[in-house]
């Protein structure tokens, strides 16, 4: 008699999230039919703030509730490879095995065919478990203007030909992402109306906004954390926007701290609200800016970079401005800082909090700005990006656009605009190639002579 063929093994999807809006993407991405049936589905929760022990992670938010539907059981990452933070751990390579074993076994996965989800793949937690699990088929999602960008760093091919989709949210129709396209990975666009019925399950959800409707509505940004901005210029920013609010003749104004800003910022706010003589108030709930979007409905969205400002009027038709992405494209550093798309598509797209009428800050070019300063940021991933990249400068490289480049970085890359156009022959030049590394040699040498001899001290 013939042995019988071995039962299928069962088909579980884990699904990565470290914030509710990254956990509102997938369960859009799972409504709109983008993942293939399985037998278990599983959301990942990582808590990827500073202190995890004093904030709430995201199966802890108001709506969540409405969400946790969409998936048969919810697991934590911080629990699994507790006391190590999720943003800082990675797997040894000889230990990754072990760690696949152990993590079957906490899951209950037992010998089933594991298929992953993740965001950010370039850093932990997501890279750390794409290690740890080298044999699943990969797709990674995005629910920020960070997509469109190029990859951060060189990843391992292994894991980078592991993708098979970038599932990302339509937030600049007809631009392109940048992310993982050096593997051939495709991007697939989310469908933007099953995304706001989802957000509209987490809006019902959420509880009462103390706060008016048709009001300005200010978004903080917590900068100072990442080491861009100083807190002093972190508060002038917010106060910035204030100002610009009132400016356009706004008297009832909505301030969204970030979630993990110091109350300080919102007081320092509520001292030149009252010098200007307008409305103030501080929406403390922890709920998204979407959220207050569908109940307050604002006359105004501003802020500095942040997506939501995209989804304003990409999602919801409200008019949205930025201010301070002069200093912040000014102050990004290096220059293959990963924030630098997202500041300077929403430079690009939307109007200017100060401008005028007239100046609605769009560009009609921006799969060509991207290129070029994709390939500025990240020349040895996507060095066919060069001749997009020498177009654009060539022929849009108007002081408006300059602002996306350092003449430092163009000269390094012997990029057009480094130098005036006049003396553009120059850096092709033999000779002065030759001169210059004389002169810099030289300059090191003297250098070298005119520090001071070390002391030797004995004891």
């Given at each position: 008699m013939?042995a019988?063929?071995p039962p299928?093994?069962?088909?579980t999807?884990?699904?990565?999230?470290?914030?509710?809006?990254?956990a509102a993407?997938l369960?859009a991405?799972?409504?709109?039919?983008?993942?293939t049936?399985?037998d278990?589905?599983?959301l990942?929760?990582?808590?990827?703030?500073?202190v995890?022990?004093?904030?709430?992670?995201?199966?802890?938010?108001?709506g969540f509730?409405?969400?946790r539907?969409?998936?048969?059981?919810?697991?934590?990452w911080?629990?699994a490879?507790?006391?190590?933070?999720p943003?800082?751990?990675?797997p040894?390579?000889?230990?990754?095995?072990?760690?696949?074993?152990?993590?079957?076994?906490?899951?209950?996965?037992g010998?089933?065919?594991?298929?992953?989800?993740?965001?950010?793949?370039?850093?932990?937690?997501a890279?750390?478990?794409?290690?740890?699990?080298?044999d699943?088929?990969l797709d990674?999602?995005?629910?920020?203007l960070?997509?469109y960008?190029p990859t951060?760093?060189?990843?391992?091919?292994?894991?980078g030909?592991r993708?098979?989709?970038?599932l990302?949210?339509?937030l600049v129709?007809?631009?392109?992402?940048?992310?993982?396209?050096?593997?051939?990975?495709?991007?697939?666009?989310?469908p933007?109306?099953?995304?706001?019925?989802?957000?509209?399950?987490?809006?019902d959800?959420a509880?009462a906004?103390?706060?008016?409707?048709?009001?300005?509505?200010?978004?903080?940004?917590?900068?100072?954390a990442?080491d861009?901005?100083?807190p002093?210029?972190?508060?002038?920013?917010h106060?910035r926007?204030?100002?610009g609010?009132?400016g356009?003749g706004?008297?009832?104004?909505?301030?969204?701290?970030?979630p993990?800003?110091?109350?300080?910022?919102?007081?320092?706010?509520?001292?030149e609200?009252?010098?200007?003589?307008?409305?103030?108030?501080?929406?403390?709930a922890?709920?998204?800016?979407?959220?207050?979007?569908q109940?307050?409905?604002?006359?105004?969205?501003a802020?500095?970079?942040?997506t939501a400002?995209v989804?304003?009027t990409?999602?919801y038709?409200?008019p949205?401005?930025?201010?301070?992405?002069?200093?912040?494209?000014?102050?990004l550093?290096?220059?293959q800082?990963?924030?630098?798309?997202?500041?300077t598509?929403?430079?690009a797209?939307?109007?200017?909090?100060?401008?005028?009428?007239?100046?609605?800050?769009?560009?009609?070019?921006l799969?060509?700005?991207?290129?070029?300063?994709?390939?500025?940021?990240?020349p040895?991933?996507?060095p066919?990006l060069?001749?997009?990249?020498?177009?654009?400068?060539?022929t849009?490289?108007?002081p408006?656009t300059?602002r996306?480049?350092?003449?430092?970085r163009l000269?390094a890359?012997?990029l057009?605009?480094?130098?005036?156009s006049?003396?553009?022959?120059?850096?092709?030049?033999p000779t002065?190639?030759?001169?210059?590394?004389?002169?810099?040699a030289?300059?090191?040498?003297?250098?070298?002579?005119?520090?001071?001899?070390?002391t030797?001290?004995?004891?």
């Amino acid at each position: 008699m013939p042995a019988l063929p071995p039962p299928p093994r069962r088909r579980t999807q884990i699904f990565l999230a470290s914030t509710l809006y990254g956990a509102a993407t997938l369960a859009a991405a799972l409504d709109a039919g983008c993942f293939t049936p399985a037998d278990r589905r599983l959301l990942l929760v990582a808590n990827t703030a500073a202190v995890p022990e004093t904030t709430p992670a995201l199966d802890e938010a108001p709506g969540f509730e409405r969400l946790r539907t969409r998936f048969d059981g919810v697991l934590s990452w911080n629990e699994a490879v507790r006391p190590f933070h999720p943003s800082g751990w990675s797997p040894r390579p000889d230990d990754a095995p072990l760690w696949e074993r152990h993590l079957r076994l906490l899951w209950g996965l037992g010998d089933d065919d594991v298929s992953l989800a993740v965001e950010s793949l370039q850093v932990s937690p997501a890279l750390a478990i794409v290690q740890c699990f080298p044999d699943a088929p990969l797709d990674l999602y995005a629910d920020g203007l960070m997509s469109y960008g190029p990859t951060r760093n060189k990843l391992d091919p292994l894991i980078g030909t592991r993708v098979g989709r970038l599932l990302h949210l339509d937030l600049v129709p007809g631009l392109r992402p940048l992310l993982l396209s050096e593997f051939g990975v495709a991007p697939e666009i989310v469908p933007t109306e099953v995304f706001t019925k989802v957000l509209a399950e987490l809006a019902d959800a959420a509880p009462a906004l103390d706060a008016p409707e048709g009001a300005a509505l200010l978004l903080g940004q917590y900068l100072s954390a990442l080491d861009i901005l100083t807190p002093e210029e972190e508060e002038r920013l917010h106060v910035r926007m204030l100002r610009g609010a009132a400016g356009r003749g706004h008297r009832e104004l909505v301030f969204k701290p970030h979630p993990a800003a110091p109350a300080r910022w919102s007081r320092m706010l509520e001292e030149e609200a009252g010098r200007l003589g307008v409305g103030l108030t501080v929406l403390d709930a922890p709920v998204l800016a979407e959220v207050a979007y569908q109940r307050l409905r604002p006359a105004l969205v501003a802020g500095c970079f942040s997506t939501a400002l995209v989804t304003a009027t990409a999602f919801y038709g409200l008019p949205a401005a930025h201010t301070g992405t002069d200093l912040l494209l000014e102050r990004l550093s290096p220059y293959q800082n990963s924030n630098r798309v997202p500041v300077t598509l929403v430079d690009a797209t939307l109007p200017p909090l100060e401008a005028s009428p007239a100046d609605n800050g769009e560009q009609a070019d921006l799969n060509d700005l991207l290129a070029a300063v994709g390939f500025a940021m990240q020349p040895q991933i996507y060095p066919g990006l060069r001749t997009a990249a020498e177009r654009y400068l060539t022929t849009h490289l108007t002081p408006r656009t300059r602002r996306y480049f350092k003449r430092r970085r163009l000269t390094a890359l012997a990029l057009p605009g480094a130098i005036p156009s006049q003396l553009s022959f120059l850096p092709r030049n033999p000779t002065v190639r030759r001169v210059a590394r004389r002169a810099r040699a030289l300059q090191r040498r003297l250098t070298k002579a005119k520090a001071p001899a070390k002391t030797k001290v004995t004891t």
